[in-house]
């Protein structure tokens, strides 16, 4: 299983950006897929997740009304729709898959994509 990451940048306060995350070597019907965050000398965040098998989706207090969490079958691919960005939001964000009852934890998860740079200025 491959997931390659993209799409992040450098954005202004207010603004949006939309993170992809392709997946290869996988049924894209199973699995739970999320997005992360991590900071330098902090510890990787949960984002947001979506349950490939029923579309549920969960989202961290500190993103709910602002960030989506999509997918598009035909592409194998999962975006994150970023809106009214923060300059807190600045961090890696890396995308994640795997079999876990707990998506907020990190070490639930199977294969990671490499990482993509989102900085948001003032």
């Known amino acids: 299983v491959q997931l390659q990451a993209s799409g992040g940048g450098l954005v202004q306060a207010g603004g949006s950006l939309r993170l992809s995350c392709a997946a290869s070597?996988?049924?894209?019907?199973?699995?739970?897929m999320a997005w992360f965050r991590q900071v330098p000398g902090k510890e990787r965040e949960f984002v947001a997740s979506?349950?490939?098998?029923?579309?549920?989706?969960d989202y961290a207090d500190f993103v709910k009304g602002r960030f989506t969490i999509s997918r598009d079958n035909v592409e194998n691919t999962v975006y994150l729709q970023m809106n009214s960005l923060k300059v807190e939001d600045t961090a890696v964000y890396y995308c994640?898959?795997?079999?876990?009852?707990?998506?907020?934890?990190?070490?639930?998860?199977?294969?990671w994509g490499q990482g993509t740079q989102v900085t948001v200025s003032s």
């Open positions: 994640a898959a795997g079999w876990t009852v707990t998506p907020h934890d990190a070490t639930g998860y199977t294969w």
């Open positions: 070597g996988v049924t894209f019907r199973s699995y739970i």
């Open positions: 979506l349950t490939l098998g029923n579309d549920d989706t």
